[in-house]
C-alpha cells in the first residue's frame, strides 16, 4: 500500500488519481442511467454522482455525464445532510440518507437526493451521492412542473433528509411512503434501486483504489486538486481587464400574474477574483420561477464553467468567486416558495452573465441559447385505466460564436442530458409525433447565426384522451444575439381543441390542456442568438442555409441583402 503524504505526491501520481476518481463518478453515472426506469434518467441523463467533503461537503468529483447544475447543488445537499448528522449524532457506516427539498439542496422536487458517508478505517472520509429526476413525486399535475403552482405544496410531496438505511437495514417505512405519493410507483422503486446500486458501486470503488493508494494519499490528491483548480481559476482571472459590466433580461411571467420578471446581474473583475452581484432582480414571486439560494450559486458556477471550460469541476474553482444574491429576490425563495420552474430561471441566469461578459472578453462567450426547456407534459389513463404520463423536454438552437454557427436543436446549457428519442417516447407512451423536426428562419441573424429551434407536433393516440401542461419561457423575450449579432425566434406554442389552434394566455405556459384522441399540441422553440455584425456573414454560407432549407430566400434577402443569390446562382 502507497502511504505517501500529500506533500510528497507527484504530478502523475496526482494525474492518475485524479481520472480514477472521475472514473468512479463516471461509473455511478453510467450505473443508473442503465437501471433507471423513468426515460428522463435512462434517456435524457438527468442525474448525477459524485464525491464530496467528509466536513464541508463541497464538490471534490463529478462525473463528466451527469448535469453541471448539480456540481454546486449537491454540495449544499451534501452539507444538509452533515448538519442532520450532527444534529441526531448516530452517523454510521452503511447509512444512506434521502430528500428532495429543494430549498435546502436545490433545483426542484423532482431531484431526489441519496447521500451515503463513506467510511474507511472506521473514519469518515467523504460523502457519496446521487441525484436523479424522478418521473412523479405527487402533486398537482402528472410530472410535478406545475405552472399554476403558488407554494412547493403543489408541486410534489416534500421529503425533508431522513434515512433512508440505518448501518446497512434499510427502512421500509420510507420506501413504503415515497411510493405511496407517486402515480407512477413501479417507476420510483426501479429509480430508487438504481440510485441505490450506484452508490454501492461507488463504495467498492473507494475502497479497489484506497486500498491500492492509501488514504493519505487520496486525500492529498483531493486537497491538492482543489488548491489547482483555485489557482487556474486566479491565473485566468488575472489575464482579463479589470472593470464592471451589466446586463439584464426578463422571465415571460411567473405563470401566475403576466407580468415580466427581470433578472439583472453586473459582473466585476479586479486582479485575480471576480464578482457576480445579481441585485436588481425581481422579488420572490408567486409561481414557481422562483429559485433557492443553493440553486443561484450552483448557476453561476455552471456559467463560469462554459466561460472556462478547461478548469476542473471542483469546488475550488469558486474560491476567487463573490456571488451576491439579495435577500428576498426570485434568487433566494424562502420556503415553502414554489420552485418547480427553476430551469427556466437559471438559464436566463446563464444567459445575462454571458451578456455581461462580453464586455469584457466576446471571444469567450457565446450568444444566448434558446432559453428554456419546455417542460411539457402529457398524461392520461389507458383503456385498462393504468395511469401514463409522458413528460419530456425538448430542444432549440444554441446561441453563435467567434469561430461558427450555434448548433441546431441542441439541449440547454445546463446540462449534458439528451432529448429523449421520439421512438422512445412513441413506444412507451400513446402518442405519435406528426413532426419532429428542425424550424426555419428561428435562427439569430450574425456573422455567425445562432442555432436552429425545432418543431415538435405530438398527438394523441389513446381513446380516452389526455391532459396536458407545458412550462416554458421565451414566448415574450427572444435569445439575444451578441456582438451586434440578431435575436433568435421566440418561443410558440399551440394546442388543438375542437374549434382549430389555441395560444396560452400567458404565451409560455399553461396547465389543464384537455386533448381529444387525435388531437395534438405543438411546440415551435426558439432559435439561438446571432454573434457579430449581419454585414460580415459570407455569402457562401447564405446561400447554403438557403439552399439546405434553414433559411427563406425572402428572410435571407430581408436579413442579409440579395448579394447571396449571385453565388447561389
Given amino acids: 500500500m502507497n502511504t505517501s503524504t500529500t506533500s510528497e505526491i507527484d504530478p502523475i501520481t496526482l494525474s492518475v488519481l485524479a481520472g480514477r476518481m472521475e472514473q468512479i463518478a463516471d461509473e455511478m453515472d453510467a450505473t443508473l442511467f442503465r437501471a433507471a426506469f423513468n426515460p428522463i434518467i435512462a434517456e435524457a441523463h438527468d442525474a448525477s454522482h459524485g464525491l464530496y467533503h467528509a466536513t464541508t461537503g463541497d464538490t471534490l468529483v463529478q462525473g463528466k455525464s451527469g448535469l453541471p447544475i448539480f ?21 454510521a457506516n452503511g447509512d444512506i440518507y434521502i430528500f428532495n427539498d429543494a430549498h435546502i439542496g436545490g433545483t426542484h422536487l423532482s431531484d431526489m437526493r441519496l447521500v451515503r458517508p463513506y467510511f474507511r478505517d472506521g473514519k469518515l472520509f467523504c460523502y457519496l451521492a446521487s441525484v436523479g429526476h424522478w418521473h412523479d413525486v405527487g402533486g398537482a399535475v402528472p410530472g410535478n412542473y406545475n405552472p399554476a403552482a403558488t407554494d412547493v405544496f403543489q408541486e410534489a410531496f416534500v421529503l425533508p433528509p431522513v434515512k433512508l438505511a440505518k448501518a446497512g437495514e434499510i427502512n421500509q417505512d420510507i420506501i413504503d411512503i ?31 483504489l484506497l486500498d491500492e493508494y492509501g488514504g493519505d494519499t487520496v486525500n492529498g490528491a483531493l486537497d491538492a486538486l482543489g488548491h489547482r483548480a483555485e489557482a487556474l481559476m486566479r491565473s485566468e482571472l488575472q489575464g482579463l481587464p479589470d472593470g464592471r459590466w451589466e446586463a439584464e433580461d426578463f422571465l415571460d411571467n411567473d405563470g401566475i400574474a403576466d407580468e415580466p420578471l427581470k433578472i439583472k446581474v453586473a459582473l466585476e473583475i479586479k486582479d485575480d477574483r471576480m464578482t457576480l452581484d ?50 428576498g429576490s426570485l434568487l433566494s425563495a424562502q420556503f415553502p416558495a414554489p420552485t418547480g420552474g427553476y430551469t427556466e430561471t437559471i438559464l436566463r441566469m446563464i444567459d445575462v452573465v454571458f451578456c455581461a461578459f462580453a464586455g469584457a472578453a466576446p471571444d469567450r462567450v457565446v450568444a444566448n441559447a434558446y432559453g428554456t ?59 405519435m409525433f406528426r413532426q419532429w423536426a428542425l424550424r426555419p428562419d428561428s435562427a439569430g441573424a450574425g456573422a455567425h447565426r445562432g442555432g436552429l429551434g425545432a418543431i415538435y407536433e405530438i398527438e394523441v393516440l389513446e381513446e380516452n384522451g389526455a391532459e396536458a401542461f407545458l412550462f416554458g419561457e421565451r414566448g415574450r423575450f427572444a435569445p439575444k444575439g451578441i456582438a451586434d449579432g440578431g435575436d433568435g425566434a421566440m418561443n410558440v406554442f399551440t394546442y ?74
Fill in 496 to 569: 388543438e381543441q375542437d374549434e382549430g389552434w389555441a395560444t396560452p394566455p400567458l404565451a409560455s405556459k399553461m396547465r389543464g390542456i384537455v386533448l381529444k384522441q387525435g388531437q395534438a399540441v405543438r411546440l415551435e422553440t426558439p432559435g439561438g442568438g446571432g454573434y457579430g455584425t449581419v454585414g460580415d456573414r459570407a455569402a457562401p454560407s447564405i446561400a447554403r442555409d438557403v439552399a439546405r432549407g434553414l433559411i427563406s430566400d425572402t428572410k435571407a434577402d430581408e436579413t442579409y441583402g440579395t448579394a447571396w443569390r449571385e453565388v447561389a446562382q
Fill in 71 to 91: 456540481v454546486g447543488v449537491m454540495s449544499f445537499a451534501v452539507q444538509a445532510v452533515i448538519e442532520k448528522a450532527a444534529a441526531d449524532g448516530d452517523l
Fill in 373 to 431: 426547456i419546455n417542460a411539457l407534459s402529457i398524461a392520461g389513463k389507458r383503456s385498462n385505466g393504468q395511469p401514463w404520463v409522458m413528460f419530456s423536454f425538448y430542444g432549440g438552437g444554441h446561441g453563435g460564436a467567434i469561430d461558427g454557427d450555434g448548433l441546431n436543436h441542441g439541449n440547454a446549457p445546463i446540462s449534458t442530458a439528451t432529448i429523449p428519442p421520439m421512438e422512445i417516447l412513441e413506444a412507451a407512451y400513446p402518442v
Fill in 178 to 208: 415515497l411510493l405511496r405519493n407517486t402515480r407512477l410507483p413501479q417507476s420510483a422503486m426501479g429509480d430508487l434501486n438504481g440510485q441505490m446500486g450506484a452508490l454501492d458501486l461507488g463504495v467498492r470503488r473507494m475502497d479497489e
Fill in 278 to 327: 445579481f441585485t436588481g432582480s425581481a422579488p420572490q414571486c408567486a409561481g414557481p420561477v422562483n429559485i433557492a439560494l443553493p440553486t443561484t450559486v450552483a448557476t453561476a458556477y455552471v456559467a463560469i464553467k462554459h466561460i472556462f471550460p478547461g478548469l476542473p469541476a471542483n469546488a475550488g474553482v469558486m474560491r476567487p468567486i463573490d456571488v451576491i444574491v439579495p435577500e
